[in-house]
């Protein structure tokens, strides 16, 4: 993710980490469908519960934060989306 050709801001790579699991794990399409949207509770449970990061509740709750910050997620109603950034055609 922290690529130079990415116009969003560098992020430590724990927080990286956090957000290639919530990607993978939450916006993966599944049986062709197209997940749009996740909540932050469901985000956060699947933070804690994933084994390869270990993070604490705090830890997984400024993970969330700081990806909403830096503008990796954007929230909707209460629920989180991914941010694609813009790319040349």
Do not use: K
């Amino acid at each position: 993710m922290n690529d130079l050709t990415d116009p969003r801001p560098p992020l430590p790579e724990w927080i990286v980490d956090a957000y290639d699991v919530l990607c993978t794990s939450c916006f993966d399409p599944v049986d062709g469908e197209d997940i749009q949207s996740v909540s932050r509770e469901h985000a956060l449970t699947v933070l804690l519960n994933d084994t390869d990061i270990s993070l604490e509740s705090e830890d997984a709750d400024y993970a969330l934060t700081r990806l909403l910050e830096r503008g990796y997620f954007y929230a909707v109603d209460g629920d989180l989306r991914v941010t694609t950034p813009e790319t040349d055609v």
